[in-house]
C-alpha cells in the first residue's frame, strides 16, 4: 500500500517532531539527574547511562553538522569550477539552498543539545 505524497510528507514529519521530542526529553532528564544524583548516590548509574546517550547524540549531530558542511563546500566548488549549463547551475544552486536551510537547522540543534 502506498501512500500519496502527501499525506507521506505529513507522516513523515510527525515521525520526526517526535523523535526529536524524545531526544529532548531525555537530553532533559539527563540534566535533572545530574542534579539529583548529587543528593542520591543510587542515582549515579541512571546518569551515566543518559550521559553516555547523551554523549551519543552529540557526536552524531556534530559528525552530521560536518558533513553537511564538506557537502556545502563541495557544492559551492561545483559551482565555480565546472560550466553548468543553465539547467545544471539551477539545481546546483537550489541544491545549495537546501543544504544552507539543513546546516541551520542541524546548528540550531545542536546549540539546543548542548546548552
Same mark, same amino acid.
Given at each position: 500500500m502506498s501512500l500519496p505524497l502527501a499525506e507521506r510528507d505529513l507522516y513523515l514529519l510527525r515521525i520526526e517532531t517526535e523523535i526529536r521530542n524524545k531526544k529532548n526529553l531525555l537530553v532533559k532528564k539527563k540534566k535533572d539527574l545530574e542534579k539529583k544524583s548529587k543528593l542520591n548516590h543510587y542515582l549515579s548509574g541512571v546518569k551515566n547511562d543518559y550521559s553516555k546517550y547523551y554523549d551519543y547524540i552529540v557526536n552524531? $549531530? *556534530? *559528525? &552530521?553538522?560536518? @558533513?553537511?558542511?564538506?557537502? $556545502? =563546500?563541495?557544492?559551492? #566548488?561545483?559551482?565555480?569550477? =565546472?560550466?553548468? %549549463? #543553465? #539547467? &545544471?547551475?539551477r539545481t546546483a544552486k537550489y541544491d545549495q539552498k537546501d543544504i544552507f536551510a539543513e546546516i541551520n $537547522? %542541524? $546548528? @540550531?540543534?545542536? #546549540? =539546543?543539545?548542548i546548552e
Open positions: 552524531e $549531530k *556534530q *559528525q &552530521q553538522y560536518n @558533513a553537511l558542511i564538506l557537502l $556545502k =563546500e563541495y557544492m559551492g #566548488d561545483l559551482i565555480k569550477t =565546472e560550466h553548468l %549549463v #543553465d #539547467d &545544471q547551475l $537547522k %542541524v $546548528k @540550531a540543534e545542536l #546549540d =539546543e543539545l
